[in-house]
């Protein structure tokens, strides 16, 4: 059984930092396209980035310098470091699983991601 889950949202004040985490299990983390995308409320779902089998990340521009994708293989987890959180931060944050079919994981993800999470809610706020 394949399995993500997400951890780690929260409410958080504007300004601060966050870690989100995401659990895999079922699956081999060595040649697979990860990432993450969120989903704020009104709006269409969107990647932030993602990471490939060995650890080349790909960001959506307009999130560069804000998150910072990474992956773990040994111990099968993706994480998403959240900088300087505003309040249009605010989303369910989804951790995303796909073969690697395109040139990057961020089109590959995009295109044909296979498997998600639930996701974990992240409200920024004073």
């Known amino acids: 059984q394949v399995e993500l889950v997400e951890s780690g949202g929260g409410s958080v004040q504007p300004g601060g930092s966050l870690t989100l985490s995401c659990a895999v299990s079922?699956?081999?983390?060595?040649?697979?396209?990860l990432g993450w995308f969120r989903q704020a409320p009104g709006k269409e779902r969107e990647v932030i980035g993602t990471?490939?089998?060995?650890?080349?990340?790909t960001y959506h521009a307009s999130v560069k310098g804000h998150f910072t994708v990474s992956r773990d293989n040994a111990k099968n987890t993706l994480t998403l470091q959240i900088n300087s959180l505003k309040s249009e931060d605010t989303a369910m944050y989804y951790c995303?699983?796909?073969?690697?079919?395109?040139?990057?994981?961020?089109?590959?993800?995009?295109?044909?991601?296979?498997?998600w999470g639930q996701g974990t809610q992240v409200t920024v706020s004073s």
């Open positions: 995303v699983e796909g073969p690697s079919t395109w040139r990057s994981c961020l089109s590959s993800l995009s295109s044909e991601a296979r498997y």
């Open positions: 079922g699956l081999s983390l060595s040649s697979i396209c």
């Open positions: 990471v490939n089998s060995i650890g080349r990340t």
